[in-house]
């Protein structure tokens, strides 16, 4: 257990600063205690993870510009993304999007910025071990998003040994124009407004699912039995996101799910063709829009007739999103304990746009492409008995 007396969770308000404030927290240790310092963030994409690497940027310059004995050479890092001092002290950038990168390394200690949208195994199963060599410290800086993990994190700061808890709000921020953040919640909704400007946790405020604790099912995922059917979601992607295959079964449970990227086509085809004979699905959705078009026809060209296509609009994903956040509502569909799945449903977001309707997806710099496939999946899985016996596929 962690019980340096540098750690601490932070929640704070919009614009309040949190990202400058992590980046002093980082520099300051670095030049007392020389070592190897991380920020961890959500994403590449993430503002916030631009923001502070511009910040360390410009700081390193005006570290190394004080004195001209120093060579600043090599000791920005761009691809790598790495800060090297001129005492020794090394930060470095890492992101959650793969927790298994944050294994290995032995650091001094580390701010975790946007830790509320993060999946708790980034913490648990792979950064808390990273700083044990050296008794590190941890900062945890975000904004609430319900009383999910991170709140429990917060909540026991207080009371932990060597912990520090913070709370700040958007009024805190000297440099904010107060009577512009009142405008602000004159037109929010009182929920909304003490989450995301006055860092409170509020239990599933501005979140669109609710209850999906109570829908995990440990005995999930499980193997196929006699006499199901089963339906897909299908959601493409190929880089920077994740092309995702989700399967229901007849009994509203997600059976199975495969999450992969940054493969090509070909081995795309054969993953979704793996998994559509496995599990004999007798019908599923796949994602049409963009690259979903062509790639549907491969499939198809493949046999695999079981997939139609969906074309995503606005109104066509809030029907689908609100169609699900129902069920969990309801709780008439099961999930296994997946952590990446319950992070991305949990951080999941509504914006309410100009014309009245809304607007879903993820927070900027998170996925929420195990989302979309489930959605889709629960979608055909509402229209089953659509799907008649005589269309479902030879799979011999």
């Keep these: 257990m962690i019980t340096h007396p540098g750690s601490g969770a932070a929640f704070c308000g919009r614009r309040w600063g949190k990202t400058l404030a992590g980046v002093e927290r980082l520099l300051m240790f670095a030049f007392r205690d020389p070592g190897l310092y991380w920020w961890v963030g959500l994403s590449w994409r993430s503002a916030s993870m631009k923001r502070a690497w511009r910040l360390l940027k410009l700081f390193a310059r005006k570290i190394y510009a004080a004195d001209p004995s120093l060579d600043i050479a090599g000791k920005i890092r761009e691809q790598d993304k790495e800060i090297h001092l001129p005492n020794g002290a090394q930060i470095w950038l890492r992101t959650a999007e793969n927790p298994e990168s944050l294994a290995g390394e032995g650091i ?51 009371s932990r040994a060597g912990w520090n808890q913070y709370r700040f709000t958007t009024y805190d921020n000297p440099f904010m124009d107060a009577a512009k953040i009142d405008e602000i919640r004159r037109e929010t909704s009182a929920q909304l407004f003490e989450q995301e400007y006055l860092a409170a946790v509020l239990d599933d405020a501005g979140v669109v699912f609710r209850n999906i604790r109570a829908c995990v099912d440990k005995s999930l995922p499980q193997a196929q039995r006699n006499g199901a059917l089963y339906y897909g979601g299908l959601d493409w992607a190929q880089l920077n996101d994740f092309t995702v295959v989700a399967v229901m079964d007849n009994a509203g449970r997600l059976v199975a799910m495969d999450r992969f990227n940054q493969v090509g086509w070909a081995v795309q085809y054969d993953r979704v063709a793996t ?26 060209a493949k046999g695999l007739r079981a997939w139609r296509g969906f074309t995503t609009t606005n109104d066509t994903k809030s029907a689908i999103i609100q169609a699900l956040a129902l069920a969990f509502e309801q709780e008439t ?38 989302v979309i496939a489930l959605a889709l999946a629960w979608e055909a899985y509402l229209g089953g008995n659509k799907y008649a016996p005589a269309r479902v596929e030879n799979y011999a």
């Design 333 to 370: 569909i099961r999930i296994p304990n997946d952590p990446v799945l319950i992070a991305e449903l949990e951080a999941f977001e509504a914006e309410r746009l100009p014309s009245g309707r809304w607007r879903y997806g993820a927070p900027d710099g998170m996925h929420d492409d195990t």
């Design 108 to 158: 001094k200690g580390a701010v975790v910025d946007e830790f509320t949208l993060m999946p708790e195994v980034v913490w648990t199963e792979y950064l808390e071990a990273t700083l044990l060599d050296h008794d590190g410290w941890v900062l945890f800086i975000g904004v609430p998003k319900g009383n999910n993990w991170a709140a429990h994190i917060w909540r026991n700061a207080a």
């Design 275 to 300: 998994m559509t004979r496995r599990w004999k699905l007798t019908g599923g959705y796949a994602e049409l829009n963009s690259i979903g078009g062509p790639n549907l026809e491969q499939l198809q």
